[in-house]
């Protein structure tokens, strides 16, 4: 809902009301009233006399995310009235149009003009890691893992690489692992096609090394 909609309804509503609305207590209410952290639209300087504060319908939506952030998130109230202070420019607008957010019991909300999320009393911005980038990270080093700079057509075996099994030279592809597809009935090509780092010469070495072992 927007702030227009918002002024557009015409509502005042007592504290009864205001408190089965936002579930907060008439007391806690008069609290928040006199230590001047949120006081009603309309209020009588007597308040003392009936109906002295009247609520209005963007108070009431004001209460109420106020009542969420302190019962749901447990956010301390001293934090909400530092809030309340850091933001004082924008105060009609707070706690009805900005966008908030909760990461540790502080409020989070997007920075007017940089749309950046920053926590609110420290000033400090939050984080943002994005992910696409991680993604592509990802990708690059993953390639570059997969280039061979020596050991091709040779077999190896090292007790740090694939538990002591003999590898294709410079990869952690098991020989056995390649004299399987063989017997599967691939071919040279098709044993490429399933491990694209190895080249031919990789694969024949392999299929040797299992001939021989077998032989022996």
Do not use: C
């Amino acid at each position: 809902m927007t702030l227009a909609s918002i002024d557009s309804i015409v509502g005042a509503f007592s504290e009864e009301q205001v408190g089965r609305l936002t579930g907060l207590s008439v007391k806690q209410l008069r609290y928040w009233d006199r230590t001047g952290f949120y006081a009603p639209a309309l209020a009588d300087e007597n308040r003392r006399a009936a109906y002295s504060r009247i609520y209005s319908f963007r108070d009431v939506v004001a209460l109420k995310t106020l009542g969420i952030l302190r019962k749901q998130h447990d956010v301390p109230l001293q934090h909400l009235r530092q809030v309340a202070d850091k933001l004082a420019h924008i105060k009609a607008e707070l706690w009805t149009s900005t966008k908030l957010y909760v990461l540790n019991r502080k409020v989070i909300f997007h920075e007017p003009g940089t749309h950046k999320p920053r926590e609110v009393v420290s000033g400090q911005y939050v984080i943002g890691i994005p992910l696409s980038g991680v993604v592509n990270d990802a990708k690059r080093d993953v390639k570059k893992l997969a280039q061979r700079h020596d050991g091709v057509g040779t077999v190896e075996r090292s007790r740090h690489v694939a538990h002591n099994a003999w590898v294709v030279g410079g990869t952690r592809i098991p020989t056995a692992a390649i004299m399987r597809f063989h017997e599967a009935g691939y071919t040279v090509a098709q044993i490429i096609k399933e491990y694209p780092t190895l080249t031919a010469k990789d694969v024949r070495a392999a299929l040797k090394h299992e001939s021989t072992g077998m032989a022996a």
